[in-house]
């Protein structure tokens, strides 16, 4: 089977159910943002193999091939593949919570970096929250289910955490952000 096939020529795209759209519709950014959101995600886990992060990061990034899936379905029409389950929110939620629970209390705003698995972290969660400004500027006028919507969300909120526990593990400290002195 060959990778092309040539249907895609003329600016179009396929979705599940058959129908095709512009490669520039709000879908397909949507789309393409939550794609990207993967491969950053994916990157990030080259820095970190092995680390206690890594699982999870293997399922989030089957999570977001499930969101990919389902934002892929014909609009208005029957989710034809299975939708986000409907525990993510709380998975993520408690993973949060018992990072939380051996970082640093936060005072002030940290600058992106530390670690390299930390600074891939933190470009992740800057890709997610394109991602879910994308999927929420699609759902103002086709209708996303809710469950995507708090999903990435949360994930951006993860992917925070997670780049602290990165720097943490590597025992690379936050660095607090300061406001730049000018000179001249």
């Known amino acids: 089977m060959k990778i092309y096939t040539k249907t895609g020529d003329k600016g179009h795209t396929g979705l599940v ?13 949507a ?7 993967n491969a950053t995600i994916g990157l990030a886990r080259t820095a970190g193999h092995g680390s206690e992060l890594d699982s999870n990061l293997e399922w989030l990034q089957s999570a977001l091939f499930d969101v990919g899936a389902e ?3 014909v609009p208005g029409g029957r989710i034809s593949v299975a939708p986000l389950a409907d525990n993510v929110v709380e998975r993520l939620e408690k993973s ?10 936060l005072q ?18 800057c890709v997610c929250r394109r991602a ?3 999927v929420l500027c699609l759902h103002g006028h086709e209708p996303v289910r809710k ?25 690379i400290e936050d660095v607090p952000w300061k406001a730049a002195e000018t000179s001249g």
């Open 17 to 29: 159910g058959g129908s095709r759209i512009s490669k520039a519709s709000d879908r397909i950014q």
């Open 31 to 37: 789309i393409g943002d939550v794609d990207e959101l």
């Open 71 to 73: 934002l892929a379905c």
């Open 96 to 105: 949060i919570d018992a990072q939380t629970e051996s970082l640093p209390l």
């Open 108 to 125: 002030s705003f940290i600058l992106p970096g530390g670690s390299k698995l930390g600074a891939h972290l933190h470009l992740a969660r």
């Open 132 to 134: 879910e400004r994308s």
């Open 147 to 171: 469950e995507v919507l708090v999903f990435l969300n949360r994930l951006s909120d993860w992917l925070f955490v997670a780049a602290r526990t990165a720097n943490r593990n590597e025992k």
